[in-house]
């Protein structure tokens, strides 16, 4: 159990890092009409702050249902880029299966993210 919750800590707060580091692939993936910095900006914190709070004993839960939240509102985007691959800079790279096998993915890392924070 351990192990896999230092791996969504990697994980989670890898990603976070990427979003100021590589800002410009998950500005490209935000659905009209949210503003993509601040989405990006605020994406970015949230799985920061949840990949470093699934840590600690005394913040683990609240990083587990913060993380299963912002899963949850980041889904519409996956939604988008695989309707829509051509409205996205890029993506067109992206097979289309692989566009839309993404989507069953998130329940899975919900899944992991609920077990992982299990205490």
Known sequence: MRLSRTALAAFFSAAGILHFVRPRP????????????ESVAISGVAELVGGLAVLHPATRRSGRWGL????????????????????????????????????????????????????
């Open 26 to 37: 998950y500005e490209a993936i935000v659905p009209p009409p949210f503003s993509k910095k």
């Open 68 to 119: 299963i939240a912002l899963l949850l509102a980041v889904f519409p985007a996956n939604v988008w880029m695989a309707v829509s691959p051509h409205k996205i800079p890029g993506a067109h790279k992206i097979p289309r299966w692989a566009l839309w096998a993404r989507l069953p993915l998130q329940p899975l890392v919900m899944l992991w993210v609920w077990r992982a924070t299990g205490d």
